[in-house]
């Protein structure tokens, strides 16, 4: 499969950048990485980049944990620029662990990085870690989810994600016809501020359509408590969040979906909708709807376009992802170290408040996909090779 334009100037804007990146890395730290690997094969048709001989571990990447697809990939993606340009910063992987997440920022320090990209596995927990690293006077992104509750977050690479819920929510809206649709929702893990942005953004497109009648909500008496409110505060999202908790775990969801399901009637069945906040979770809610004899048909959502769920799509048992190129995370992120080793401040279009301060930001846009869009979104835009699936429309 060809790739297109857009992703070779991505590409050279990551080697650049690199270079950058391995040539601004101080004198004293620890072991320059083994040798300043020559770029692969698989940098193809990318600029030849040859990084410094004397390259130093500038930069420490600590992504949640390796038992999600998710950040699997972001590890991938991550490799994929840094080893084009011959150059290689440490990724550590937390495997849900706040404890183990410190001591891998406190590693990374004491091996000498300047810039830490952390996605943490717990926002308030790892403001302990963010803290430890600021002390250094190490500059602290946060990647993909917000760390809360301190002020030692320099910066924050983002997805929109109001945008993400948003585009969940409307999906359900625009395959929902008639009155008293049946809709259930599962939100996030409550310890990731994402889980409230994906559930505000959604909220704020469904809420209507739960007023006027279209969708009945049946798996949250919280939820159904506050369906009248559009505006929900920060406290009251946390109660239907508690209630709806996946915890981001493949099997909590399903064992959720399973109790949900035991507990509604069959006239809480039939032809039902359901809000899946990510791809992993989508996949095990959708097993358990689709093995409930009651249930006719079910449109549910998710996000992340992982492969297994692209295959789902596919096949048409997950009717929709929300597909957040993580090129393009990485690449936001690689420039942002780039920036603070330069000692400039890296580009910024928004703010996060995180509870103590309002934290730099640009968000990237998310695209909506389905089995309609699958081929132009994820295939031709070079996301995942065709190779991996099978039936593709
Ligand atoms: C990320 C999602 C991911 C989820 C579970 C969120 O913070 O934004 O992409 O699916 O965590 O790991």
């Given at each position: 499969m060809k790739r297109k334009s857009p992703f070779y100037v991505l590409m050279a804007v990551l080697i650049t950048a690199v270079m950058i990146l391995g040539a601004c890395?101080?004198?004293?730290?620890?072991?320059?990485?083994?040798?300043?690997?020559?770029?692969?094969?698989?940098?193809?048709?990318?600029p030849a980049a040859t990084a410094p001989a004397e390259t130093k571990l500038a930069v420490g990447i600590v992504l949640p944990?390796?038992?999600?697809?998710r950040w699997i990939q972001d590890e991938t993606r991550f490799k994929d620029a840094l080893t084009a340009a011959g150059y290689e910063a440490e990724i550590l992987f937390s495997q849900g662990d706040s404890a183990k997440e410190k001591a891998n920022v406190e590693s990374l320090v004491t091996k000498g990085v300047k810039v830490l990209i952390i996605c943490p596995q717990d926002g308030s927990a790892a403001a302990a870690a963010a803290e430890t690293a600021r002390a250094a006077g190490v500059k602290v992104i946060s990647y993909d989810r917000l760390i809360l509750?301190?002020?030692?977050?320099d910066y924050y690479v983002t997805f929109d994600s109001l945008a993400v819920g948003a585009a969940q929510a409307q999906y359900l809206v625009d395959k929902a016809t008639g009155t008293g649709n049946p809709l259930y929702l599962y939100a996030g893990a409550?310890?990731?501020n994402n889980a409230f942005l994906f559930f505000q953004g959604a909220w704020n497109v469904l809420q209507p359509k739960i007023a006027d009648g279209t969708f009945v909500i049946k798996n949250s008496n919280e939820a159904v408590a506050l369906q009248d409110k559009l505006e929900l505060t920060r406290d009251e999202q946390a109660k239907i969040i508690g209630q709806v908790t996946t915890n981001w775990d493949f099997n909590t969801a399903k064992n959720l979906a399973e109790a949900n399901l035991t507990v509604a009637?069959?006239?809480?069945?039939?032809?039902v909708f359901i809000l899946a906040p990510n791809d992993g979770t989508a996949r095990s809610i959708a097993d358990a709807f689709a093995a409930?004899?009651?249930?006719t048909s079910y449109v549910v959502t998710g996000q992340d376009a992982e492969k297994a769920s692209i295959q789902y799509i596919i096949d048409g048992k997950q009717s929709m992802t929300v597909l957040k190129d993580v090129r393009t995370l990485v690449a936001d992120a690689i420039a942002a170290a780039v920036a603070y080793l330069e000692g400039k401040t890296p580009p910024q279009t928004n703010t996060y408040n995180n509870g103590k301060i309002d934290v730099p930001a640009k968000p990237s846009e998310v695209i909506s996909v389905d089995k309609a869009n699958v081929k132009a979104a994820v295939i031709d835009s070079g996301y995942w090779p065709a190779s991996d699936f099978t039936g593709l429309p």
């Open positions: 890395a101080p004198a004293a730290t620890t072991e320059a990485p083994a040798g300043a690997t020559k770029a692969p094969a698989a940098a193809t048709e990318a944990t390796k038992d999600e697809p509750d301190t002020e030692a977050v409550a310890t990731d009637k069959t006239a809480d069945k039939g032809n409930d004899k009651d249930v």
